[in-house]
Each structure stands twice: as C-alpha cells, then as structure tokens.
C-alpha cells in the first residue's frame, strides 16, 4: 500500500496521451460530419426551442394574460425560470473561476463545457424577465439608466434594476472569459484546418494568435485576473436574484440567509446540470480517458456538499421561522410543507436533500450508471425549490380574500420546455464547431509538459 | 510572377519543453532584444528564461476597477438624489446600501473590459497577417512543437549569426522565415 | 522518511511566561471589577465576550483540521499541528463555558439572557411561543450536546495525528499512517456537516438570544466567518512567533505555502463583508420593527462608531493590505492583517454582546471590558504553550509531510 495511490489525487487522464492524440480526438466532433444520432438530437431540440418562439409570438401578440399569473401570485413561470436558469450558469463560472483559483487541475476537463452552458443558461434566463416587461421593446427605457421623455431615470433603489446590472454584467464577463481562453484553441483549429473557408472563419476567430510567448504571458496573467474577479461575481450575482426576493417583506421570502443560500443551490443546480450533460458528451464523442470516472467523483462530491449546504438553510430557515415567533413567517413555512402546495415542497425537499445522500457511497460515486438518475432528480429538485419560493410564498398573500392558486397555462409550458430546447440546441451547436476541452490546458496539464525546474505560480 | 522573398527572421524548432527552455535562456544571454517564443500552451518558467519584465495588466485593471466604483456611486447618487429625487420606500435620498449592489457590479464591469482590451493590445491580437501566418511554422507551434523566431529587425542579426546561436542551443530544425513580398503591390 | 526537525518542539518560555502574565493581570482585573456588586451584571457580558472570544479560536482550529483533511489539503500539513495544539482544548473551553451556565443560572437581580425571566416571557405574546426552546435546562443540554460531540472529534483528529508522529525513524509504521490518515479524511466530511448545525446553534444559543425577540437566519453563517477568520489569524500568529524564533523550518515557509495561508485570510475577510452586508441591507430594506431595531441600536449614537470600525476593521483594511500578491505570501503582513482580524473579531463580538447589558450600556473600554478577555486568552494561550511542548511541532508522521515540503501552487 503506497502513500501515492492512496492519498494522492488521480491522474487527470486514464492513460497518457500525446499532444497530438490530444488535438485529434478533441477536434474530431469539429472535423467530421455530424453522427446521425447528433442529427436526431438536434431536430427534437430545436423542435422545443420552436414551442419557444410559438409561446413568444401568443405572449408578444395576447400580452401576459396568456401566462398562469394571477392576484396574488404575479411573479409565475417566468420567475422560477429565470432563477432557474441563472443558477444553471453558476457552475460554469464556479469551475472556470474558483476552481482554477484554488489550482484544481481537474477542472480542465470540464471548464469550456461548463462556461459554455453559463453562457447559454443566461441567454435562456434573460428572456424571461425581458417578455414578463409585457412589451419589450420598450424595455431599454424600464431596465436601463437612459435619458428619456419624462427626465426620470430607473430606480436604482429596486432590486430588480440590481439584477438589471449584475447579470448583464454576468453575461458579458463569463462571455470575455470565455472567448479569451477560446483564442489559443482556435489558433490551433485554424492550423488544422484543411478547407479555406473553415481556416478562415476560425483564422477570424482566434484573432491571429501566434502562440508568442510575450503574448502568453498577458494572457495567463489576464486569465487569473479574470478568475479573481469572476469569483466574487458569480457569487454577487445570485446574490443579488436572491435579493429581489428577501428585501420584501413578504413571509417565506424575507429571510436573510438567501443570499448564500442562492448561491450554494445555484452551484448545486449547476453542477447537476453539467453532469448530466457532460456525461452524454463524453459517451458521445468517446472522450472517457480525458472526462474521467475521477472528474464525475469530484463533481460528485461539489454536489453532495452543495447539498448539505442547502439542507442546512431549508433547515435554518424552518427553525427559524417557528423561532421568530412571528404568526406569518410560522404559517408561511407551515403552508409550504402542509398546505396546497406540499407535493412542491416535498418534491423539492427529497430531490435536493434525501436523494443526493446516495452519494455518499464511493461506488455511486464513480458510476454514471448509478449517478445518472440523482442527477436527474437535482435538475427537478432545483426547479422545484425556485416553484416553491416564488408560488407558495405569493399565493397566500396578507389578505385572505386574495388566495389563489397558481396554476401554468400552455403557454407558460410551451415557454418552459422551449427554454430547454434553446439551450440544449444551443449546447448540441457548440459540440460540433467548438472544442468541447480546452486544448492549450490540456496540454499544459499533461505530465512532462512543463519544463523541468518549473513550477506553476 | 514577380513575387520575392525577403528574410525576415529565423527559426528554431524543439520537440521538448526543456529544450525551447534551454534555447531561451541562450538567446536572451546572447542579448537578443527582437525574438519571441513561439508554444502551443503557456510554458512556466519562461517568463525568467526569456527575461520578461512582469505584466503591468494588474495594476491597470485595478485603476479602472477604482474607476467604476466611483462612476456607479456617482451616476446613482446624482441621478437618485440629485437629478430627480425621488423617495422610495421611506429610505433616506443618500441610501448607499441600495447602491453597493450596482456599485459592485460596475467596478467588476470596468475591471473585466479592461482585463480584456488588456489581453487584445499587450497580446497584440487583431493582427491577422504576419510572415508566420504564412509559413507552415504555425502548424507545427499550434499543435506539438516549440518554436524560438529570432527578429531579422534586431541589432544583433545577421543569417549567420543566428543560425549559429540556433546551432549552439542544439536545435536541430531550423528555418528561415520569409516574407513574401510583391514588387508591383506592396505587401499582400 | 526521517524528519529531524519535526522533533520540534518548543523549549522557549517566553510564551509560557507571557501566557501567565496575561492571565494573572486578566484575573486581578476581573477581581477588581466583582470586587463590586454593581459591576456583575457588565462582568457578565464581557465574560461571555471572552468566553465567545477563546471558543472561537479553538472550534475554528478545529474547523480547520477537519477542512484540511476532507480536501485532502498538501500545502496545510505543515500548519495543521498548530491548528491542532488549539484544537485539542475543546475540554478546556467546556470549563470556561460553566462560568456562562453559572451566570445564566445563578443570578436573579437582573439576566445574561433575558430568557431566564420566566415571568416576562410569559407575559409577552411572542416571547411565551419561545419557552420550549429558550429555557434553562434546555439550553444546558444543548449546550452540552455540543460539547460532546467537538470533544470527541477533536480527540479523534488530535489523538490519531498525534500518534502518527511514532512513525517517525520507523518505516514499519508508514502503512498504518496512511490508513490512518485515511480515516481522518472520511470522518472529517460528517464531522463538518455536525460542525456546521452545531456552530450555528451555538451562536444562536449563546449569543442571538441575548435578545430574545430578535432573529435573523444568516446569524449561524455570520458566526462562522468569524470563527474561521478567527482560526486562521491564531494559527499565522503562531506561526510567525515560531518563525521569529527560528524553530519553524523553512522549508514550510516558502512562498507558496504562505500564499495559500494569506489567500485564505483575504478571502474569508471578504466573505464576512459579503455576509454581514447582507444581513445588514436585508434588514434595513426591509424595515420590519422587530428586525430593525436590532440594527437601529448599532447604528445611532456612539454605537455607530463601533459599528463603523468594525467594517473597517474586519473588511476595509485587511482588504488593502492584502490585496497585493505579493503582500500574501509576506509572513510579516499575514502576521499583521491577522492581528487587526483578532482585533476585529473581539470588536465584533463586543458589538454583538454589549448592547444587551441593558440600553444605557455605552461602548467603553474599561477594566471589566477588558479584564475576562485577558485571562481567558491567557489560559488558552498557556494551554496551548503545554500541548506544543509535549508534542511534535510539525506533524511529522503524516504521509503526505513529503508533498509538503516541496509543494508548489
């Protein structure tokens, strides 16, 4: 029993790979012809992101009554949604940005995947609050600082106008991030490339990177600042969602750990949502030897952890909300785990909470098999958490006359699944024209690649 | 055709890490200023071996970070309270706590599209066209190769002399780097 | 493996005497202050103060250990035995806590906590629904409860560490280090799990329901910033008095392990700013009486100052001091930041505690403030001194002590 297979970390890949190998079989999804399987994929999914654009057309043209919105619940789908899909995001920034602070060399493996899908998920997200505006065309004058007719500007005293600026903000800086560490693999797929127009629009792309060490060295010191202040931003931005809820003084909203507690669901969600995905890419495109059975344990792990991280707050804020002592903040949690909307709460509750214990046990763990459907169930179980914050605190609100009950119309269905068809259209895109793994970092992490004596600082 | 070919450097490739390590420390000893290294990921430890002077990138970022804090409290300030005062919520006109968020968002904003113009000018990408575009020398550092290009422009260059430094430093592949030059037209 | 200078240990008894020193001048000030009757109630407060204050420290080295096993840390194993010389006092803190149970329990003429007056609890609406949580013998056993299982964590973490040490010049015992190590690292993840409920509670318990009314759900999560601040400015004090004195190895010290340590200290700085501000704001924007006037008291009159100095303290000037790269991996300047994080960490608990002395209580600094916190932070201190002197400085049996030393970011 050796001290280095024990206790250190696994190799990052499962058998040694040459520099070469690397650039072929990360580019190959690029360079062949799609699969037939990929054709199939991508017609059932833009088949959804076409439901999308049908619920728009219904919502642009009938206005927001067509959605299930009603008195007291008038923040429905779009919301949960939205809050929905920014937590998607989260995991990218978290893998791309923290995890390359905190030097975890497996993260290679996963990043441009995961900040790809935060690209997306917030390309998904924003659509929501944009057509829940009513008419958003008009919505550069609601949401941003611009001099208008009346002389008055937005109010920056709104949590909404906060979001406003956090995840444009988001959006933007995970995109530059993102692009940044693309140019030095479009260099190389430019080098690659064998049609004129391919090395061309790649040639465009990768902005006439050389590979010049004078340009390496601005670019991993602006890679680092870009994850140091990354990091403090994806934490800030589902801080700031969590804020258009708590600064209310509605029970079951107005609770002060939302903020944290957010952000570890955010990464909860979003670590769910990789997986599941990642799990399929590397099947599909036979990368097993570089996203490895020890890559889904790692990812495992984040996700247990996030999910104790939210049970504690679920936990918090029950004890708390009796602890209070206050009728409403007692009667709004006692409603959620009794009342008309139980089955959302207990969804939510078991998916979140219950069923990730599994992974606890190292064999889970380690099989996708096995992983798959907890998996599955966080995906649901987040969503459901995001239903049960926005619908059950809203549909009993302080005046009993009001309660309602929320109930999602088809358009409201037609939106949700279109949202998925967005991005997974959007996902299933980016695996045939972008190196899925980034493949300077792939390089730079393979053993023997740096020079003897050197060291990473 | 009355296309012609002018030296406009010189290039030495290397299989290994350590050898284009080696190369860097010989070349900048032989007090080259005009040369580059040429890798398909960032080699550690070439910073020193080429005797790079460290990134100003940080510094500027933080400035303009400095930048966006002070342009978000003013622009919040001025057009909340000053502007078009408006009250809300009973809070007082100055309520710096509903500020911090957009404050926050905008000094990272600042930071982040510095951080990027920093990385198009010190990286001097947006240049399309260069004599290494066009010879088949990319090929080979985008992929699995290490490359030391000495600058025909510098002081001490002469054919000789560097295919020699290139000779001393035990690379076995070397090449001169042409541009092709176009009487009639110029550049292409 | 051979580790000559693990054998470490420390023969200086400058520390020693100091410790004393602080404890003796700690227990005159505190004799002067009960020597009157009118002082007991402060003398109370600022007991739990320092109570709070020591107990800090030692659950954060603990917190610390068990992180650094369940992320399977390399560039902390050189640093975990200091964790651990504070860790292993939990029996210690239990002592210091019975004064508190003493003074919830014992004193009639006015409260520690407020909860204890039966009679107004009864009579208040809100506060009767509070009774089966916040009574005596309650509290007590949850108290204990607590206790109990930091104890037994920290014996197991301590006592295996510890032992590992016997390998040292002996190769038979590498592979039971590693399995040992091992099991340190699977019941570091549980124990963090029951560390997070029972930390939270505790600052529920002994510190939010100074104001019985009050509440608020980040509280646990606030308390714990400051218990991992707390942690890691103990362990980088340490750490540079034994490098002043030259019996830390160098090796240990290089510029990438101090990195990792001033990193830490940097960020957890923010992470407090991030979460008191975020309690802070909701509160205020929210507005609600019960929840603001928590607040309200802190921000008028001379409370104010405190609270201004509090973020400064805490957030702004760690922050500029450590901003730099260079700046974090500077023993000197994670000594220093760590000495404004301690100060900040007493500020804050000050900040927390003393308004409950009654709403005449103005912020001051005299003997009664001041007294408990020197004689309990000398006890801890001489403590700390006895277990150094008995055991190894450096985990020297730990099996991944070799990565240590050459570890690199």
Known sequence: MSVDTILRPAPLTTREVSFQELDNDINRPLESFPTFRWWIAISITSGMATLFLVGIYYTVFYGIGTWGNNNPVGWGFAIVNFVFWIGIGHAGTLISAILFLLRQAWRTAIARFAEAMTIFAVICALQFPLFHTGRPWLAAFWLLPLPNHNDIWVNFRSPLLWDVFAVSTYGLVSFMFWYTGLVPDFATIRDRAKHPIRKMAYGILSLGWTGSHRAWQHYEKAYLLFAGFATPLVLSVHSVVSFDFAVSVIPGWHTTIFPPYFVAGAIFSGFGMVATLIIIMRKMFKLEYLVTDDHLELMNKVIITTSMMVGFAYITELFIAWYSGVAYERYAFMNRAVGPYAWAYWTMFSCNVIFPQLLWFKKIRRSALLMYPIIILINVGMWFERFVIVVSSLHRDYLPSSWDYFTPTIIDWFLFIGSFGIFLTLMLLFCRFLPTISIAEAKAFSPGAQPSGAHHE | MSNEKKLVGMVGLYDTPDELAGAAVKVRDAKYQKWDCHTPYPLHGLDDAMGLKPSPIPYITLSAGFVGISAALLLQGWMSAVDYPVRIGGKPMWSWPAFVPITFELFVLFSCVTIMGCVVLFCKLGKWHSPLHDSDIMKEVTSTRFAVVLDSEDSNFTEEKAQKLLEETGCKDIRPLHQIVDVEGGLI | ?409
Not at chain 3, 11 to 22: H, N, Q, R, S, V
Not at chain 3, 173 to 181: C, E, F
Not at chain 3, 245 to 267: I, M, N, R, T
Not at chain 3, 298 to 327: E, K, N, Y
């Open chain 3, 1 to 409: 493996m051979k580790n000559t200078e693990s054998t470490l240990q420390i023969e200086a008894k400058p520390l020693k005497t100091a410790a004393i020193i602080l404890a003796l001048l700690g227990a005159v000030l505190s004799g002067i202050v009960l020597s009157d009757k009118a002082n007991y109630s402060v003398f109370s407060f600022s007991y739990l103060l320092a109570f709070i204050f020591v107990w800090t420290a030692v659950i954060g080295c603990l917190f610390f250990v068990a992180l650094h096993h369940v992320t399977g840390a390399v560039w902390s194993v050189a640093y975990r035995r200091i964790a651990e010389s504070f860790a292993s006092n939990v029996g210690i803190i239990f002592i210091l806590f019975l004064p508190v149970a003493y003074f919830t329990y014992a004193y009639k003429d006015f409260h520690l906590y407020s909860w204890m007056d039966h009679h107004h609890m009864e009579e208040h609406p809100v506060l009767a629904g509070k009774l089966p949580y916040l009574n005596f013998n309650f509290f007590a056993i949850r108290a204990f409860a607590f206790f109990a299982i930091w104890f037994l964590f920290s014996r197991f973490f301590v006592k295996s560490s510890v032992q590992q040490d016997a390998s040292i010049g002996n190769s038979d015992l590498q592979a039971k280090n590693v399995r040992t190590t091992k099991k340190m690292r699977d019941l570091s993840g549980p124990f963090i799990i029951l560390f997070a409920y029972t930390t939270s509670f505790a600052g529920i318990d002994w510190i939010m329901s100074l104001d019985p009314l009050w509440f608020s759900t980040m509280y646990g999560v606030y308390i714990f910033s400051g218990v991992v601040l707390t942690a890691l400015s103990v362990i980088s004090l340490t750490l540079f008095s034994l490098e002043k004195k030259g019996l830390f190895p160098k090796e240990y010290l290089k510029k990438d392990h101090l990195y990792s340590l001033g990193a830490l200290l940097f960020a957890f700085s923010c992470f407090w700013a991030y979460i008191a501000f975020s309690q802070f704001m909701l509160i205020w924007y929210a507005n609600i009486p019960e929840e603001t006037e928590w607040f309200y008291h802190r921000m008028h009159g001379s409370w104010l100052t405190v609270t201004i100095a509090l973020a400064l303290i805490r957030f702004v000037i760690p922050f500029f001091m450590m901003l730099s790269r260079h700046a974090k991996m500077n023993i000197k300047m994670i000594a220093a930041v760590s000495v404004v994080q301690l100060v900040g960490q007493w500020i804050d608990l000050y900040w927390l505690i003393m308004p409950h002395v009654n709403k005449e209580y103005q912020p001051s600094l005299g003997i009664a403030e001041v007294g408990p916190t020197l004689l309990l932070t000398g006890l801890l201190l001489f403590f700390v001194h006895r277990f150094m002197s008995k055991n190894s400085l450096i985990a020297g049996g730990d099996p991944v002590l070799d990565r240590c030393k050459s570890f690199h970011l």
